[in-house]
């Protein structure tokens, strides 16, 4: 089966991104949100990228043109998903969410569509073997920002099938990423690490070992980093990584318990980069 359309759920930070590089590899893509607000705002950002890409010369007029055109933005779920070969989950990090959505999905969606999740830590078997076609079903864990990063990590449940993954590889190529596949375990390879990176650096915030400021300068010129921590986090967003620390903790135990400083910002609102203030303050 050649993937053509694919159908993306949720159009926050990683669902607008995904449907972005899709289309732009030239898949025909819907993107799905229950809130026509985050629809809306998910077109602006994905119109800004473009027209930015276009100006510092990433993409052609004619490719941003292309983005544009192959992406239709709707809240209904059934328009979103009854032609799609490859749908692709990227709601909140809430198990029965993610059930239940995935069950609503299966009732609209083409017998042929293989269902994929984006999920950060959690079992695809767990939600594979809710569906009908558990071997239609996979994780696919895009990374943010997904137009920049060169990742997939293919994560089988235990019923997926080689076809399944061998099709997920083909779509994560023509997306022009490369890809690792990871055997199911809480957290996968980069969520696990990465997580217990960035609580770390909570904890040290919290006791007053360095300003975040230094944290991140340290991580970057004496680990090598690309970011820090603190930029990372606001990047990913902080209720985000409270629900996949949550995750992990629940899975893992207390290795992975959230950093008491990491719940203060969420319950205050500081989210990161999407609210304007997390550990660091944008414009
Ligand atoms: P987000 O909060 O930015 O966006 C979630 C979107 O889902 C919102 O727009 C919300 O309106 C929508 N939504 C909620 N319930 C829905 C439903 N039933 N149907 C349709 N839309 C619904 O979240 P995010 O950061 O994009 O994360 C999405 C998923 O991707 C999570 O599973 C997360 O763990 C994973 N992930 C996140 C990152 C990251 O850096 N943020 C990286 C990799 C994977």
Same mark, same amino acid.
């Given at each position: 089966?050649?993937?053509?359309?694919?159908? #993306?759920?949720?159009?926050?930070?990683?669902?607008?991104?995904?449907?972005?590089?899709?289309?732009?590899?030239?898949?025909?893509?819907?993107?799905?949100?229950?809130?026509?607000?985050?629809?809306?705002?998910?077109?602006?950002?994905?119109?800004?990228?473009?027209?930015?890409?276009?100006? @510092?010369?990433?993409?052609?007029?004619?490719?941003?043109?292309?983005?544009?055109?192959?992406?239709?933005?709707?809240?209904?779920?059934?328009?979103?998903?009854?032609?799609?070969?490859?749908?692709?989950?990227?709601?909140?990090?809430?198990?029965?969410?993610?059930?239940?959505?995935?069950?609503?999905?299966?009732?609209?969606?083409?017998?042929?569509?293989?269902?994929?999740?984006?999920?950060?830590?959690?079992?695809?078997?767990?939600?594979?073997?809710?569906? @009908?076609?558990?071997?239609?079903?996979?994780?696919?864990?895009?990374?943010?920002?997904?137009?920049?990063?060169?990742?997939?990590?293919?994560?089988?449940?235990?019923?997926?099938?080689?076809?399944?993954?061998?099709?997920?590889?083909? #779509?994560?190529?023509?997306?022009?990423?490369?890809? #690792?596949? #990871?055997?199911?375990?809480?957290?996968?390879?980069?969520?696990?690490?990465?997580?217990?990176?960035?609580?770390?650096?909570?904890?040290?915030?919290?006791?007053?070992?360095?300003?975040?400021?230094?944290?991140?300068?340290?991580?970057?010129?004496?680990?090598?980093?690309?970011?820090?921590?603190?930029?990372?986090?606001?990047?990913?967003?902080?209720?985000?990584?409270?629900?996949?620390?949550?995750?992990?903790?629940?899975?893992?135990?207390?290795?992975?318990?959230?950093?008491?400083?990491?719940?203060?910002?969420?319950?205050?609102?500081?989210?990161?980069?999407?609210?304007?203030?997390?550990?660091?303050?944008?414009?």
């Amino acid at each position: 089966m050649e993937v053509k359309k694919i159908a #993306v759920i949720g159009s926050g930070t990683m669902g607008r991104g995904i449907a972005y590089s899709a289309a732009l590899s030239g898949f025909e893509v819907t993107l799905q949100d229950i809130s026509a607000e985050a629809l809306e705002k998910a077109k602006n950002d994905n119109g800004s990228l473009a027209n930015n890409s276009v100006e @510092k010369g990433y993409i052609t007029s004619e490719e941003r043109d292309n983005v544009q055109r192959n992406i239709t933005y709707t809240t209904e779920l059934q328009k979103a998903v009854e032609h799609a070969d490859l749908v692709i989950e990227a709601i909140l990090e809430i198990m029965e969410l993610k059930i239940d959505t995935f069950k609503k999905v299966e009732e609209f969606a083409p017998e042929h569509a293989i269902l994929a999740t984006n999920t950060s830590t959690m079992s695809p078997t767990e939600i594979g073997a809710q569906m @009908k076609k558990p071997d239609q079903f996979v994780a696919m864990h895009f990374f943010n920002p997904v137009h920049r990063m060169k990742l997939i990590e293919i994560i089988r449940g235990m019923d997926t099938s080689d076809k399944t993954v061998e099709i997920i590889r083909q #779509v994560s190529e023509k997306m022009g990423k490369e890809t #690792v596949e #990871v055997n199911e375990f809480p957290g996968f390879v980069t969520s696990r690490m990465n997580l217990i990176i960035g609580n770390e650096a909570m904890n040290m915030l919290m006791e007053g070992v360095a300003s975040a400021e230094d944290i991140d300068k340290a991580i970057k010129l004496g680990l090598n980093h690309p970011m820090g921590p603190f930029e990372m986090a606001d990047l990913v967003g902080l209720d985000s990584r409270l629900r996949n620390m949550e995750s992990l903790y629940h899975a893992l135990g207390e290795k992975y318990r959230p950093s008491p400083l990491l719940v203060k910002y969420v319950k205050a609102g500081r989210l990161g980069r999407k609210s304007g203030q997390g550990i660091y303050t944008y414009k």
